[in-house]
């Protein structure tokens, strides 16, 4: 079992930066896939970005390409997402996750965090 759980969320202006982090608890936690998903309202949650557990591949969302990165330290069990010149389409609920599959985990991975909003603003 895998207990995630995300923080930084909040209000920001388009254009505006945030950075949100995902604590995990478990002690394998190189072994794990790390992602962010989205969910805006009223649509199907969608991948953003994943790294594997050395950090030697990440995958993105051709929609965040350039604008958000995604990093992982494994001496903290902790993943970050980076969010720079955020847009109004960037607006949704952010979920941490787990898995042992980069494929898998862009679909539906095995460990979910429950949240944080992000609301970005005109």
């Known amino acids: 079992q895998v207990q995630l759980v995300e923080s930084g969320g909040g209000l920001v202006q388009a254009g505006g930066s945030l950075r949100l982090s995902c604590a995990a608890s478990?002690?394998?936690?190189?072994?794990?896939?790390m992602g962010w998903l989205r969910q805006a309202p009223g649509k199907e949650r969608e991948f953003v970005a994943a790294?594997?557990?050395?950090?030697?591949?990440?995958l993105y969302a051709d929609s965040v390409k350039g604008r958000f990165t995604i990093s992982r330290d494994n001496s903290k069990n902790t993943v970050l997402l980076q969010m720079n010149s955020l847009k109004l389409e960037d607006t949704a609920v952010y979920y941490c996750?787990?898995?042992?599959?980069?494929?898998?985990?862009?679909?539906?991975?095995?460990?979910w965090g429950r949240g944080t909003q992000v609301t970005v603003s005109s």
């Open positions: 790294v594997t557990g050395s950090g030697g591949n990440i």
């Open positions: 478990r002690r394998t936690f190189r072994s794990y896939v």
């Open positions: 996750a787990a898995d042992l599959s980069i494929y898998s985990i862009q679909v539906m991975a095995a460990y």
